[in-house]
């Protein structure tokens, strides 16, 4: 089999797996879980195989023509290169493991037909994306993952959370989706074609007119999937839905699609200066930012949401500077060891029963009855927070690397100015990523705290909870944490050497000067959240054994966590706004600790410039409709009711009476006559 045909089948194993699974769902229900699984499974080996054979050679192209357009026609193009077949790698890695763990996480799920198959859509649409040669079909996968992702985040629709969530994950990533488009038909129409190569050709021969423009339209819909400042707001939400779709979504798919394309695009990006300047802004306030939210968040979720928005700025900011090679990079290794944390924390959510983690810091049992959690958990964070020698250090070391390189000027076409915004701004984040990742494994993984302050108070019931919920983890769920733990410890070391020759040869891996800033800086975010977290212990606070909440043994992951969502807010809210001495966050934070909790009041302030102008401008205009306009529709209406009214009192049904009329009208026209004469 041809190489071109093996690629071809990768997304579309997926796409007829959902296909069935909607199919048979509910006539046939037992093939429903191999349906979710082989051709998931399948798909990832024959991207194995693909980057196998494509390895470090020329690209591979193919097409077909789909339809002539009148002017810039819409080819089936395939495209693959070394970049393109190791992302479409990790997307099987990761949704192969995503539908293993949802087989047990979601094994009593009512609805696990229609989840599945739309999981198997998600990922074929994102492998649609990564393979395809042109934008148009690039275009059609962008958009399935969007249409996925509503129903998918709006899985337990029977909450609140969940319907507001999916709503809002699909109308603020549309609003980017808009200027996108616009920007996709902008640049077909200075290069005069929508392949890929065809762009990249034209860029190269100074052929696009408007750069500064089209640039910035791809950048809005970038931001809107990618989840970057301004249009970010929607993914800490979206975390009402499923964990193992939370895995999905922040590790391979979705947010992934956006730095996919600007890497695919990046020389029409740095044909502009000010669109270099505008990314690098919005990555370093993403990356800082969002690294102070996750600080001070108390659902587990939503700390790990929060970290990926910031990874995702680190991506950005190498893009900025002019580097795809250490923006992909890092998107590879955070692709595993973000995928490995999400499944951690649901195994933590479904053996606790609650997101919360100031209710898990009082569990004494917590990691007890899951140890393989803790450790996974534990490798995933110190990835997370680039120790060395864990994947996450060399690849976000690549990205400082690069923006080290741009701020001394020898980056082409990069101003240094740009460099230094992203290099200060990853510097700053590498330290509150080291804090809020031990603040989140000290919060969640580490119970001896609760047993060390109820030693020194006595053995009072009231300050720690046995966790309630499973008595223990699945061991197909644990395998899966494993799985992911392999390429979390060991890519990076490996990459770093070996993936310049499928990229281009541009070197990878840190300098001396960026990776001892950087240890330093994450040692130093470790140091002082376990500090402040030790000397907590002795202050602890009581809280209520009845502030925690307690799931029937017997519930299963997928209902536990459903029930902790609907109730999070309601049970968890005076643990969460309570000062608790043993929250570093709140410490570390200080007065900033409530406005960093709520994301900056960023959802306020869209409320008040746009939701409320619009519902204002929705009342007005149902005013005018009902109040002005049906009024002169009444009107005109009711005009020939009244004429027939009186045309029917006419109508006696007398024939005496309309000859009378007959005759008093022609005496009337002769009169009028005589006297007009």
């Known amino acids: ?175 980017g989706d808009v200027p996108f488009l616009l920007g996709v038909f902008a640049l077909a129409a200075d290069a005069h074609t929508f392949r890929i190569t065809g762009i990249l050709d034209a860029t190269a021969h100074g052929q696009l007119h408007h750069p500064t423009v089209i640039a910035l339209l791809l950048l809005a819909g970038v931001a809107g999937k990618s989840a970057q400042f301004p249009l970010h707001t929607w993914l800490p939400d979206a975390m009402a839905g499923p964990t193992p779709v939370s895995a999905l979504i ?73 580097d795809r090679d250490a923006a992909v990079f890092h998107l590879l290794s955070h692709g595993a060891f973000k995928a490995l944390l999400f499944l951690a924390a649901g195994a933590l959510i479904q053996i606790s029963g609650t997101n919360s983690l100031a209710a898990m810091s009082r569990m004494d049992d917590l990691t007890r009855r899951a140890p393989d959690v803790r450790w996974t958990m534990g490798i995933g964070l110190a990835a997370l927070a680039a120790l060395p020698p864990l994947s996450g250090f060399f690849s976000k070391e690549s990205v400082l690397r690069a923006a080290e390189h741009a701020s001394e000027g020898r980056v082409a076409h990069v101003p240094s100015a740009v460099g230094w915004t992203v290099l200060v701004a990853g510097l700053v984040t590498a330290l509150l990523t080291a804090a809020y990742a031990t603040r989140l494994f000290l919060l969640a993984g580490t119970p001896p705290l609760a047993r060390r302050g109820r030693d020194q108070r006595g053995d009072d019931p009231a300050v720690s909870a046995p966790a309630a ?87 299963e992951p997928a209902l536990v966590e459903a029930e902790a969502i609907a109730t999070h807010e309601e049970i968890y809210g005076d643990i969460a706004a309570a000062d608790d001495p043993a ?57 020939p009711g009244l004429l027939g009214a009186a045309v029917r009192k006419a109508q006696s049904g007398n024939v005496q009476t309309y000859l009378s009329a007959l005759l008093a009208g022609a005496v009337v026209l002769a009169v009028l006559v005589a006297v007009g004469g």
Request: net charge positive; proline share 5%; glycine share 10%.
């Open 250 to 322: 922040h590790a391979a798919t979705m947010v992934a699609a956006g730095i996919y394309l600007v890497a695919r695009l990046l020389p029409v990006f740095t044909a502009s200066a000010a669109a270099l300047a505008v990314l690098a802004v919005m990555a370093a306030v993403t990356m800082a930012g969002s690294a102070l939210a996750a600080l001070a968040q108390d659902d587990i979720k939503r700390v790990l949401a929060y970290s990926t928005i910031g990874q995702l700025g680190y991506m950005a900011g190498a893009l900025a500077v002019g």
């Open 1 to 175: 089999m041809t190489l071109t045909a093996i690629a071809a089948l990768v997304p579309l194993l997926p796409f007829l797996g959902a296909a069935a699974g909607l199919l048979l769902g509910r006539r046939a229900p037992g093939f429903v879980r191999p349906l979710a699984v082989l051709p998931t499974a399948a798909a990832f080996v024959l991207a194995a195989v693909t980057a196998a054979r494509q390895g470090t050679g020329a690209p591979t192209d193919a097409s077909h023509r789909l339809t002539v357009t009148g002017s810039v026609p819409i080819d089936l193009a395939l495209h693959l290169d070394g970049f393109s077949v190791l992302i479409a790698v990790l997307v099987g890695l990761v949704a192969t493991c995503v539908q293993l763990y949802s087989v047990s996480y979601m094994r009593h799920d009512a609805r696990y037909p229609s989840y599945a198959a739309l999981v198997s859509l998600f990922t074929a649409a994102m492998l649609l994306v990564v393979y395809t040669g042109d934008l148009m079909v690039l275009l059609v996968g962008w958009e399935v993952m969007g249409i996925c992702s509503y129903f998918l985040v709006g899985h337990y629709w029977e909450t609140e959370a969940a319907r507001a969530a999916s709503l809002k994950a699909f109308l603020v990533t549309k609003l």
């Open 583 to 639: 929250d570093p966050g709140r410490k570390l934070l200080g007065p900033l600790h409530p406005l960093a909790a709520h994301g900056f009041r960023l959802d306020a302030v869209y409320s008040a410039l746009f939701v409320r102008p619009v519902l204002a401008a929705a009342s007005l205009v149902r005013f005018l409709d009902r109040q002005v306009v049906e009024t002169y529709v009444r009107g005109a209406g009711g005009t």
């Open 469 to 555: 919920g499973r008595a223990g983890v699945p061991a197909v769920m644990t395998g899966v944490l494993w799985v992911l733990a392999v390429p979390t410890v060991a890519f990076g070391g490996l990459a770093y050497r070996e993936l310049p020759d499928w990229f281009g040869g541009a070197p990878l891996g840190p300098t001396l000067l960026t990776s001892l800033l950087g240890t330093l800086l994450a040692l130093a975010g470790v140091a002082v959240v376990y500090a402040v977290w030790s000397r907590a212990a002795a202050t602890r606070r009581a809280v209520p054994a009845g502030a925690v909440v307690t799931a029937d043994p017997d519930d």
